[in-house]
Every structure is written in C-alpha cells, then in structure tokens.
Nanobody
C-alpha cells in the first residue's frame, strides 16, 4: 500500500508561518501529482494546492494565492506547503493527497492522516 505521513502543523499567531511536509512511502512506481486539502470544523474538505510531480505545475485555491507555496522533493517523495501570512480562517486539519502509479499498469490515490493547523492569538 501507499502511505502518506504529514507533519509540521501546530499553533501559530495570525500573520505567522508554518511549513507542512508530506512524505510518501510504500509501493510507488511514480507520483503523478500531490496536493493539500483542508477541513475546518463544520465545513467540507476543500482543495488548497496541487503540484504535478514531473513538471511542477501548481494550482492554488483563491483563498491562499500569494500566501501559500507548494513544492516537492522528487528524491524524497515529499511535498511541502509553505504557509505565510496565516489567518484565523486558515485553521483546519490539513490532509495530504497523492495520485500515484504503483506500477505502469495501476493507479491509485492515497490520503494522509491529517495535521492540525490552528491560527489564533
């Protein structure tokens, strides 16, 4: 199976920064794309940012454009989310997602366990 492990969440004051990491492991032939989603209490899970693994093409939710940056380390099979100028409304559980090939014939998706980000004074 494919495993995703997030880290880097925590408590930060408004205007502060955090960097989230997501490391992929398991039976992975290649990674097509990875992304970050978040879910706040009482709200549906929403897309935050995605990145294609080969070309590094990125997409961001309008709410985080200019503040968050997604990147990847191909050697470590790891994706990062640099979050700057954090706002209280960014408070949520952040989940890593991966679209991977476990062989040239088989594609699958995976989710991490989530990491809590709390923005409050």
């Amino acid at each position: 199976q494919v495993q995703l492990v997030e880290s880097g969440g925590g408590l930060v004051q408004p205007g502060g920064s955090l960097r989230l990491s997501c490391a992929a492991s398991g039976k992975i032939f290649s990674i097509n794309a990875m992304g970050w989603y978040r879910q706040a209490p009482g709200k549906q899970r929403e897309l935050v940012a995605t990145i294609t693994y080969s070309g590094g093409s990125t997409n961001y939710a309008d709410s985080v454009k200019g503040r968050f940056t997604i990147s990847r380390d191909s050697a470590k099979l790891t994706v990062y989310l640099q979050m700057n100028s954090l706002k209280p409304e960014d408070t949520a559980v952040y989940y890593c997602n991966a679209d991977v090939l476990i062989s040239i014939w088989s594609q699958t998706g995976a989710w991490g366990q989530g990491t809590q980000v709390t923005v409050a004074s």
